[in-house]
């Protein structure tokens, strides 16, 4: 069964269920997979820190609260924390010709970052990605086999 991962949202799944998230720009699609009991898990994460907004409806929209749900979810399921791996995608800046790359606007970057130092805190190696940039990305996570593939697609150019 293919399960869409909408922006914000965070699904756990044991094999061989798909996870997806389609029109991926600065956000980032974190996945985390315990090979050994076969279970998957994907944050579709928006914005680096719930400090970004005042609604809290959604709180896995956010990067430091969405890592450490989806470690928690994943361990809910039974996954050994200890024996997960992470791939992360996204990250990209969307307006490069509006943003510098080194700008504190750069979104994609600041969730990169944060992403990072959550994983680091857990400890937990991150063995692919596919970050930066300035496309979008359609991320499926295959939790039979444990496999991401990730197409890229351009941004579309609107001239006024």
Do not use: W
């Not at 063995?127 to 086999?145: L, N, Y």
């Amino acid at each position: 069964m293919e399960i869409a991962v909408q922006m914000g949202e965070i699904q756990v799944t044991r094999a061989p269920n798909i996870l997806k998230a389609v029109g991926i720009g600065s956000c980032i699609v974190l996945t985390l997979y315990d090979s050994t009991n076969r279970i998957g898990g994907l944050a579709h994460i928006l914005l680096p820190s719930i400090g970004y907004s005042t609604d809290m409806s959604y709180p896995s929209r956010f990067a430091d609260y969405a890592v450490g749900a989806l470690i928690d979810r994943m361990r809910s399921f039974g996954a050994d924390v200890d024996s997960l791996d992470a791939r992360i995608f996204g990250g990209a800046n969307m307006f490069p010709d509006a943003v510098c790359p080194d700008s504190n606007l750069d979104i994609g970057k600041k969730n990169l970052n944060v992403v990072l130092n959550e994983l680091k805190s857990a400890g937990i190696a991150v063995v692919a990605e596919s970050v930066g940039g300035s496309t979008g990305r359609t991320v499926v996570f295959d939790t039979g086999e444990g496999s991401v593939s990730v197409r890229e697609t351009p941004l579309v150019r609107m001239d006024y």
